[in-house]
């Protein structure tokens, strides 16, 4: 299994970006993709979710939803995050992840623990 992120840069508070993340093995992960992201200092959290099969998707109420959006596409190998609205706030290294296979729970909770694999991380900078 592999996961490449890309999209990370720096953007004026305000601004969009669209991170991307193509992987690969997919029939060794979960249902559950997901986003996360940490902070210097701060612990990895997740910030979005997606169930690769319905296409329902979780966000973390209070930090994202409405500006961040999680989506894949029709082939089921991409997953992204188009955030906007960015806020100096959400300044972190972002992780796409896999999730655990069976852990019917990855999506609603979004915790390390449950996601197996992860991407090298791509970073974003809201100035």
């Known amino acids: 299994v592999q996961l490449v992120e890309s999209g990370g840069g720096s953007v004026q508070a305000g601004g969009s970006l669209r991170l991307s993340c193509e992987y690969s093995?997919?029939?060794?992960?979960?249902?559950?993709m997901g986003w996360f992201r940490q902070a210097p200092g701060k612990e990895r959290e997740g910030v979005a979710a997606i169930r690769r099969y319905s296409g329902t998707t979780f966000y973390d109420d209070d930090s994202v939803k409405g500006r961040f959006t999680i989506s894949q596409d029709n082939a089921k190998t991409t997953l992204y995050l188009q955030m906007n609205s960015l806020k100096p706030e959400d300044t972190a290294m972002y992780f796409c992840?896999?999730?655990?296979?069976?852990?019917?729970?990855?999506?609603?909770?979004?915790?390390?623990?449950?996601?197996?694999?992860w991407g090298q991380g791509t970073q974003v900078t809201v100035s």
């Open positions: 992840a896999a999730g655990t296979p069976g852990a019917l729970i990855a999506c609603t909770r979004r915790q390390e623990i449950d996601f197996d694999y």
């Open positions: 093995g997919y029939r060794y992960i979960g249902s559950c």
